[in-house]
Each structure stands twice: as structure tokens, then as C-alpha cells.
């Protein structure tokens, strides 16, 4: 985050637009501070604000930091699409990070969300990926997914998916939204949560 100072709020978010490169309305405003000087009087007004680039840099910046701390060397590959900022990875421990299961690396994944969603005070969406690993997951889930959505629709007959990540979940309720006859909700919690394929007229 950077904080600007102007006579007012407009005038401080102006300067932040200049500095950063960005349209005023794709800055977001974190605080606004007024400084008063004698008499009560509004001398300036300091706006703490930031951009899409600066969350994707922050998350960027705390994911090399962890991994680095792990003696593992990386090259990161930042992306920003409708909300989501991807990352990939590109190293020569690609089984350490990805872990049993994509354990390890839905762990990660987990720790840079926080750690924004903390940092900028909103909910922020990421998705790291490793040679291509999760799309691969994204796929065979996806397979799966249809072709148990396919049966529920011929026997009427509920079925209950693996449990999964919400990424996971999320591929997998975009990847059956056209089925006739189904849809998808996601149950349990924690660990647990799943997809259920229902059969509906």
C-alpha cells in the first residue's frame, strides 16, 4: 500500500492515478486520514490506497520469501484475470512443493490468501500452479465429474464426489452447469467438503 497527500481526498487519489499509472477508479482505498492544523482546520488529507498490481506483487514477493526460506529456488510467473491472480512456478522441486497430493502446495496457496486477505483487508483470490499440475488435477476431476454426472442423470440416483479444495469444487461446478437433469452442491466441512451430483426434472 502507498499512502498520497492532497488538500483533499479527490486531490490525493489524483496523485495516486499520476503515480501509479492507474484510472482513479481502479484504486482501492485502504484509509482515509484527515490532518487538521489550528482551529480545527483540515490542513491535507492522506488516502492509503493500492491497485490490483500491488496485491499480485505483495502475494508474489511472500510466496518467493516462504519458498526461499525452504532452500528451494524459484521463478514465479504472475497473471492477473477477473479477480484471479495465478502464479506459476517454475523450479527444480517440483515434487517437494506439489507434496502428496497437492497437499503441500494447496498449503501455500492457502498461506499467500491469508496473508493478503489480511494485509488488504478483502478477499482475495489465488491459484499457484507447478508445471501444469493443477490444471491436470482440473481435468481428471472434471472427467470424473462427468461421467457421474452423466449416471445421475440416466438412474436419478445421487452421487457424492471425493472431497476437494474450493478451486477444485469451483472447476468442477463450472464444468457441469450445462448438464441437463443435474446440478451440483457442495457439502460438509473443512477437509471434508464436497461435491453432490443431484439428479433435478
Known amino acids: 500500500m502507498k499512502k498520497f497527500v492532497g488538500k483533499n481526498k479527490e486531490e490525493a487519489l489524483a496523485l495516486a492515478a499520476t503515480e501509479l ?4 477508479e481502479n484504486i482501492y482505498v ?3 486520514v484527515e490532518n487538521k492544523g489550528l482551529f480545527g482546520r483540515i490542513k491535507n488529507v ?8 500491488m496485491v499480485v506483487e505483495f502475494v508474489q514477493d511472500y510466496l518467493k520469501r516462504i519458498v526461499e526460506k525452504m532452500g528451494i529456488e524459484v521463478k514465479t510467473t504472475p497473471s492477473y484475470t477477473d479477480g484471479l491472480i495465478r502464479i506459476k512456478l517454475t523450479t527444480n522441486h517440483n515434487s517437494i512443493l506439489i507434496g502428496k497430493d497437492g497437499e503441500t502446495l494447496q498449503a501455500l496457496n492457502e498461506v499467500c490468501r ?4 489480511a494485509t488488504f483487508k478483502k478477499r482475495v483470490r489465488i491459484l499457484l500452479d507447478i508445471n501444469d499440475y493443477k490444471q491436470e488435477k482440473y481435468s481428471k476431476l472434471i472427467s470424473i465429474a462427468k461421467r457421474e454426472a452423466s449416471k445421475v442423470a440416466k438412474t436419478k440416483i445421487t452421487a457424492s464426489l471425493s472431497p476437494m479444495s474450493a478451486d477444485e469444487r469451483r472447476a468442477v461446478h463450472n464444468a457441469l452447469v450445462t448438464f441437463k437433469h ?3 452442491v457442495s457439502e460438509g466441512e473443512g477437509r471434508n467438503r464436497h461435491i ?3 439428479y433435478i426434472d
Request: aromatic share 4%; glycine share 0%.
Open 30 to 32: 485502504d484509509e482515509v
Open 182 to 184: 443435474v446440478k451440483t
Open 196 to 198: 453432490t451430483i443431484v
Open 21 to 24: 499509472n492507474v484510472p482513479v
Open 46 to 53: 492522506e488516502v492509503t490506497c493500492y491497485t490490483d498490481a
Open 114 to 117: 491469508n496473508a493478503a486477505n
